[in-house]
């Protein structure tokens, strides 16, 4: 082939990988979903210590991570001082860990399937919350948009066959820690220009929210779990667990990396829908027709806003091109005219 038959084999292998780099991430994302209400929930596993289960995924994540850097340095550390690390790491890392103990703690009284459709709510928290700390702007349509999402998530719930209130609480408890997380690595990370990807952002989060997890095992799981004489430590199941966690972030960055934030966003919502009718088809959870209408309203709310969002950066970027190509031909005209004088005051002479 010509050098237009290069060309399109290069475009063809590109589309492959972007597609090879979704598959990879839906399905981790998917195992790591359904193994940790395979753990959690009572009628599988029977281990129901989420706050346990999440200072595993810590232990193993900081571990690998710091492996990963300080061994085969895959990725260079951020240069961070310690007023830096406590100021904006540390916060970071506390509402992280607050999120993944909610979340992981919904398994236990609430379907795979509503689970689900309660996070299509995270748009809806991140716009609110980044108002809230004027990160955003407020616009009437985009909070119209998030009425509308609200109100799908509202019917998917009025349509539950297993509604559980604290199981509820705790989802959305999860999801408002995660969306202020959000918020808070853009005022205490991105302001300051640093960027974490996936594995940086586990060295240095990852032994923190171990620290703050801590406390509430202290009180909460570690009486129970010392009384429980029955109970050894399976590093199969644990291990391969954990390290389902791992590799999720690392899809992560390889998705996000080689793709982009819409793709990752696009993809969260193919995965959604499936772990939807895997909840209904293997697990047998009950998924309602009010369930599919009120998720249904709520996606639609979900892919406008994700459309809105593109169209805004499009409009940003074509904007700062063109601010540069006006630059670029400012300069080339004060050239020309420099060029002009010096040939003017050539002749004169």
Not at 55 to 65: E, T
Not at 116 to 131: C, D, E, R, T
Not at 303 to 329: F, G, I, T, V
Request: proline content about 3%; charged content about 15%; glycine content about 6%.
């Amino acid at each position: 082939m010509g050098k237009n038959g290069s060309l399109s084999d290069g475009i063809i292998k590109k589309i492959l990988l972007s597609y090879t780099y979704v598959a990879i991430w839906i399905f981790l994302s998917f195992t790591v979903i359904v193994y940790n209400k395979y753990i959690l929930d009572k009628k599988m596993y029977n281990w129901p210590f989420p706050i346990s289960l999440t200072m595993i995924h810590m232990s193993f994540c900081a571990s690998l991570a710091f492996i990963l850097i300080k061994v085969f340095k895959v990725v260079e550390p951020v240069s961070m001082s310690r007023e830096l690390y406590l100021s904006s790491v540390v916060p970071i890392g506390a509402l992280y860990s607050l999120s993944l103990w909610l979340s992981n703690s919904a398994y236990i009284y609430l379907s795979v399937s509503f689970i689900q459709m309660l996070k299509a709510l995270m748009p809806v928290a991140v716009y609110s919350i980044g108002v809230l700390f004027k990160k955003e702007g407020f616009k009437t349509d985009t909070m119209v948009n998030m009425l509308s999402i609200s109100f799908g998530v509202a019917v998917a719930a009025y349509g539950e066959a297993k509604f559980d209130s604290w199981g509820v609480i705790l989802q959305l408890g999860a999801v408002a820690f995660e969306a202020t997380r959000l918020v808070m690595i853009q005022i205490l990370l991105t302001s300051k220009g640093i960027t974490l990807n996936p594995i940086t952002s586990l060295y240095y989060v990852a032994p923190c929210c171990l620290v703050f997890l801590m406390v509430p095992w202290i009180f909460v799981e570690y009486p129970i779990l010392k009384e429980i004489s029955s109970f050894h430590f399976d590093f199969v199941v644990f291990g391969t667990n954990s390290l389902c966690a791992f590799a999720l972030n690392l899809a992560v960055f390889l998705l996000v990396g080689k793709t982009s934030a819409l793709t990752m966003n696009v993809a969260g919502v193919v995965k959604d829908w499936l772990l939807i009718a895997f909840s209904w088809s293997v697990i047998k959870d009950t998924v309602t027709p009010i369930n599919l209408f009120g998720y249904g309203l709520a996606f639609l709310g979900v892919a406008y806003y994700n459309h809105s969002k593109l169209q805004a950066l499009k409009a940003k970027e074509a904007q700062k091109k063109a601010a540069q190509a006006d630059e670029e031909a400012g300069r080339l005209l004060e050239e020309r005219e420099s060029e002009g004088t010096g040939k003017k005051s050539e002749s004169q002479d």
